[in-house]
């Protein structure tokens, strides 16, 4: 079992920046994946950025804007938000992933966060 705990979300002027944060309540470096999820009005939840198999992906959408990072001593992952725009605006998850069972058998299981609004206004 593994409990998530988003903050950070809010209201922002288009350009701003907002730094979301996630608690984990298992160590990071036991989970399999760790990241961001964001759902907008209307629109499926999608991936934003996250950590897996060693690499830090993001969405096309947010390159060279958003930044995330993990910190260990907190258990942690961080989303740091630059240059916001509006499309940016939705529902922000929090998500990870744990392997269990025996190697044979090894299955993954999804936990998520209760969600932070962001939103962003022109």
């Known amino acids: 079992q593994v409990q998530l705990v988003e903050s950070g979300g809010g209201p922002v002027q288009a350009g701003g920046s907002l730094r979301l944060s996630c608690v984990s309540s298992?160590?990071?470096?036991?989970?399999?994946?760790m990241g961001w999820y964001r759902q907008a009005p209307g629109k499926q939840r999608e991936f934003v950025a996250g950590?897996?198999?060693?690499?830090?992906n993001y969405a096309d959408s947010v390159k060279g804007r958003f930044t995330f990072s993990r910190d260990a001593t907190s258990n942690t992952a961080i989303l740091q938000m630059n240059l916001l725009k509006p499309e940016d605006t939705g529902v922000y998850y929090c998500?990870?992933?744990?392997?269990?069972?025996?190697?044979?058998?090894?299955?993954?299981?999804?936990?998520w966060g209760q969600g932070t609004q962001v939103t962003v206004s022109s």
């Open positions: 298992r160590s990071i470096f036991r989970l399999k994946t």
């Open positions: 998500n990870a992933e744990i392997e269990v069972g025996p190697v044979e058998l090894v299955r993954r299981l999804a936990y």
């Open positions: 950590f897996s198999d060693g690499n830090v």
